[in-house]
């Protein structure tokens, strides 16, 4: 079993410590446990790893946010990926810092990422680790919140979050997506 596991972001160091780019810091820790590193190739940095059996491919596209479902697309052909085994982590505004929502569907809520993966795969049906950034802006704002770096308060509680959400995700890939539901959303 092959699975894609994708964590949404902008490349280079400017976006680094943004709240945006909390899919690459996700994949960055999974990454680390499984010992394993990334290397560029074709619109991402790509890694590739065994886990409990399965093939895990990660990617953290290089395409900037509004076009990753280039990356997505072009690695799910090219590894003959199932639909059912994506997942795609990403930040979330509509969710408390911190929070992590796993669903297996649903709309791009407004974000730019999850939007151009949709256009490109032509389906809302895939799985998404939502990961809580909050929602700490005036109006207008969303924009320089997201691509804000992290509170000190949130710095700190930052790496606890990580493991979670990377815990989340080695459930979705052994467990499968029902029983990773269960076990950490909202955790």
């Known amino acids: 079993m092959k699975f894609l596991i994708v964590g949404l972001g902008n490349p280079g160091e400017q976006y680094a410590q943004t709240r945006h780019n909390v899919g690459f810091k996700v994949l960055d820790l999974l990454a680390k446990e499984l010992g394993i590193s990334f290397t560029l190739d074709k619109a991402a940095f790509k890694a590739e790893a065994k886990y409990k059996g399965r093939q895990l491919v990660l990617i953290k596209p290089i395409t900037y946010m509004n076009l990753s479902g280039k990356a997505v697309n072009y690695w799910l052909q090219t590894e003959k990926i199932p639909i059912q085994n994506l997942l795609v982590i990403t930040d979330d505004i509509a969710l408390p810092f911190g929070t992590i929502r796993l669903k297996g569907k ?4 407004g974000h730019n990422g999850l939007k151009d993966i949709q256009a490109l795969l032509k389906t809302q049906e895939y799985a998404r ?6 929602s700490d802006f005036s109006k207008g704002r969303q924009a320089d919140y997201v691509l804000g770096e992290w509170k000190n308060e949130e710095l700190l509680a930052l790496p606890e979050r990580l493991q979670t959400a ?22």
């Open 106 to 109: 649903g709309s791009d809520g």
């Open 129 to 134: 680790l939502r990961f809580g950034v909050g």
């Open 166 to 187: 990377v815990s989340a995700t080695q459930s979705f890939v052994f467990e499968g997506l029902a029983l990773a539901m269960t076990n950490w959303n909202n955790k």
